[in-house]
């Protein structure tokens, strides 16, 4: 058995190099509680809480972890007050535009999970300029962002476009299966996730990636996504190579 430890300390997690997860997703939450915690505005816990995703993204990628999936705007977060999500776009729009220059030096792109076209316009043309040049890039590492996603909402999405499809005579209702219709998925092409991660101590799925999770393993922690770094992430996996995973046989 293959065995490396990410960080040399004593305590941290041992990990087994042959059974690491090859897709991650995360629920990234905890920002406001963290700000809040410390006397601060919200907005501030979302910075904070951008900066754990590059740290979590670039420690993904140097533990060999092909796909990583974070809930970065939710289709219930528009409900949120105007300057709260005028300060996530903004902060998505400056973390792409550091993609963008950093995606063919380290090896990675970036694909959007959600309906992106009800974007700011700004923000939608960079997320499509974002696509464009990951697609030039010979990427060994894929970062799927979920913005303006909902499961349900992705959901419906795909079934009208099955529909639509039917009506032209280009899908037949006979044919459609579980492998068909994934296709018709923003997450088309991405193997599904194997670990979920969810931070602040909140037991819930909130809407993400549910047709995709069916079999995955779930970890819990109520550490504050700001507060998230590398040797927690280290424990999730640790934790998820302890699980027996039967996908429904024995
Ligand atoms: C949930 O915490 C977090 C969000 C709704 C926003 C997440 C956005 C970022 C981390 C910044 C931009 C993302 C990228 C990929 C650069 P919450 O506000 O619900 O926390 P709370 O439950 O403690 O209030």
């Keep these: 058995m293959a065995l490396f430890r990410s960080k040399k300390q004593a305590g941290e997690a041992e990990l087994d190099n042959s059974r690491l997860p090859k897709h991650i997703g995360i629920i990234m939450d905890g920002n406001g509680r ?19 995703f590059r740290t979590i993204a670039y420690h993904c990628r ?15 977060n528009w409900k949120r007050p105007a300057e709260e999500v005028s300060a996530i776009m903004d902060l998505l729009r400056k973390y792409l535009l550091e993609a963008l220059e950093k995606m063919q030096r380290d090896g990675f ?5 959600g309906d992106i076209t009800a974007l700011p316009e700004e923000l939608r043309e960079l997320c499509m300029e974002t696509l464009s040049v990951g697609n030039r890039v010979d990427a060994k590492y894929q970062i799927n ?14 079934a009208r476009a099955w529909a639509s499809d039917v009506a ?7 044919e459609l299966n579980e492998e068909s219709f994934s296709r018709y998925l923003d997450s088309r092409d991405i193997p599904d996730p194997d670990l979920i991660i969810r931070p602040s101590g909140e037991l819930r799925l909130s809407n993400f990636l549910p047709w995709q999770s069916a079999y995955s393993e779930f970890y819990f922690t109520d550490i504050l996504w700001p507060d998230f770094d590398g040797a927690a992430l280290d424990q999730a996996i640790a934790d998820y190579q302890k699980r027996n995973r039967r996908f429904g046989g024995i």
């Design 34 to 52: 963290w700000a809040k915690k410390r006397g601060l505005p919200r907005t501030a816990g979302h910075a904070a809480g951008a900066e754990t």
């Design 168 to 174: 032209e005579g280009c899908a037949r209702a006979e």
């Design 62 to 76: 140097d533990l060999g972890i092909p796909y990583l999936t974070v809930y970065a705007f939710s289709t219930e």
């Design 109 to 113: 792109r970036i694909r959007f999970l």
């Design 145 to 158: 962002v979920c913005l303006n996603y909902g499961g349900r909402d992705e959901i419906l999405r795909a």
